[in-house]
């Protein structure tokens, strides 16, 4: 069972930053999952944030978060941050951390595992 907790979700206004992370652990995670990011807003379905791939060269974001979102990787592979500027009240949301096997297979939720979830909520 791979396990995953996510943490740094908070309250913050419009225009400010937040940073999320991810801690992998159980003895079937493989470093050599890709990891990624949802969020999930208030009677709305889960949409895909981010991801980047096990080595960390690869990365995607949704359209709506690019320029403002980064995503990596540290060197144990095992935690994965996600890097939120210039926020919105539409970046309002629950954020799930994700790690399953390539960025496109994230993409369609084809994912391993799923963490509890951590709350953003950005104030305008």
């Known amino acids: 069972q791979v396990q995953l907790v996510e943490s740094g979700g908070g309250l913050v206004q419009a225009g400010g930053s937040l940073r999320l992370s991810c801690a992998a652990s159980g003895r079937t995670f493989s470093s050599y999952y890709g990891m990624g990011w949802f969020r999930q807003a208030p009677g709305k379905e889960r949409d895909f944030v981010a991801a980047?791939?096990?080595?960390?060269?690869?990365?995607d974001y949704a359209d709506s978060v690019k320029g403002r979102f980064t995503i990596s990787r540290d060197n144990t592979k095992t935690t994965v941050s996600l890097q939120m500027n210039s926020l919105k009240p539409e970046d309002t949301a629950v954020y799930y951390c994700?790690?399953?096997?390539?960025?496109?297979?994230?993409?369609?939720?084809?994912?391993?595992?799923w963490g509890q979830g951590t709350q953003v909520t950005v104030s305008s």
């Open positions: 980047i791939s096990w080595s960390g060269d690869s990365t």
């Open positions: 994700a790690a399953g096997g390539t960025i496109a297979t994230l993409k369609i939720f084809r994912v391993a595992s």
